[in-house]
C-alpha cells in the first residue's frame, strides 16, 4: 500500500477539482473516477451496479437502503456528485456564518463506504470545526470509512459513525447540517422522505437539511422524440421542451423540504383500498390537446442540493424523467387522483376519479 501522504494528497487534489467551478463536468469524471479508485485500493470496495449487487440491499420499512458496493458506485452519477460535494461545502460555509461561535455538528445519513459528499471535504477544513456523525444501515460501509479516515491521517477530525436506519435514528443533540440522500428519481423505492421526516425535525434554528428542496412535477410529453432530441444535443431547457411542444405542464405533485416535511406526513391516513399509508396530494385532470393519446406523462425530479447547486432533468440517474404507466389510456378532461404511498416501497400513486 502507498503511503499515508501520497493518499492524501491525491485526495486534496481532487477535492481541489472538485471544487473548480471553471471545469467542466465532463473534465471532472475522471477526477470523480480517481476518486472511486482512491477509496477501492484503500477499503477493497468496489463501486458495482449489477443486479447482483443488489442482492445485498437491506429492505427496510421505510424503503431500500442500496448495499455499500451499489452505494459506491453512485460516484459514477458524476454530475450527481459534483453538485451534492460542492452544496455540501456552500452549507458549511454558510454554516460559520449562521453559527459563528459554534463547532458545527454535522449529521450524514446514509454515509455509503466512501462518505463521497463529505469525506473530500475534509482535507480542507481545520479538525476543531465540526463534529462529524456517519450513519449507516450497512457496518460494512462504516467499517470502509473508518478505513479511510485512518488511512487518509483524517482522524485528528471528531468523527463519530454510527449503525443505524436513518427513518427511525434519534440524535442526543441538535444539528447545524444534515446530510440525507437517499433517494431514487421521482422518490420511489428509497426512504427519502421517510428519512427527511425524521431527521428534519433535529435540525437547531437556522440548521441546513441537504438536499435543501426536492420537487416533482408531472407533465405530458412526447418521450420518445424529447429523448432523442436530447441524445442529439445534449441539455435542452424545460421551458424549450415546453415552446416546441413536447411537454404540456401538469402542475407540482410534491415539494420536499426540511420546513414542510411535517405537514405531508401530518396528511398521511391509511387507504383500506391499497392497504397503504398515503397522503393525498392533489387532483390531476388531463387537458383538452390535441392527440392527447399520443403523450406520455411523465414524473420530473428537481433537486436544489443547496442555494445554486441544482440538479434538473437528465443532469443525474435521480433526476431522469420517469413514465407513469398507471396513465395506459389518456382522454382529454378525464381526472386523477394523486397520492404518496409510505411504506418498504415508496413511491407515488394515481387513481382514476
Partial sequence: ????????????????AI????????SLHAVLDDFASLCSEITAITPDATFDAWADDSFLE???AINP????????????SVMFIRGVDSAIDAAKKRFPAARLKILYAGCGPFATLLLPLLVKVKSRELDI???DIHQQSLDSVNVLLTTLDLLDHQVTLIQGDACVYQHDEHLHIIIAEVMQKALEQEPQVAATA?????LCKNGIFIPQKIEVQLCLAHWEDEKEQYNCV?????????KYGLRYPLGTLLTLKASTVGKLMGAAVFNENSSMLEANLATIQLPNINAIEQYDVLMLTRIQVFETCILGDYDAEITLPHKCYEFSSLRAGSSYMASYQFGRYPRFNFTAC
Fill in 1 to 16: 500500500m502507498l503511503s499515508t501522504q501520497h493518499y492524501k494528497h491525491r485526495l486534496s487534489d481532487i477535492t481541489d
Fill in 19 to 26: 471544487l473548480d467551478t471553471n471545469r467542466s463536468i465532463e
Fill in 62 to 64: 421505510s424503503g431500500v
Fill in 69 to 80: 458496493q451499489a452505494a459506491a458506485f453512485c460516484i459514477k452519477d458524476y454530475q450527481r
Fill in 133 to 135: 456523525y456517519l450513519l
Fill in 198 to 202: 425524521n431527521l428534519a425535525p433535529q
Fill in 234 to 242: 445534449g441539455f435542452v431547457a424545460d421551458e424549450a421542451f415546453i
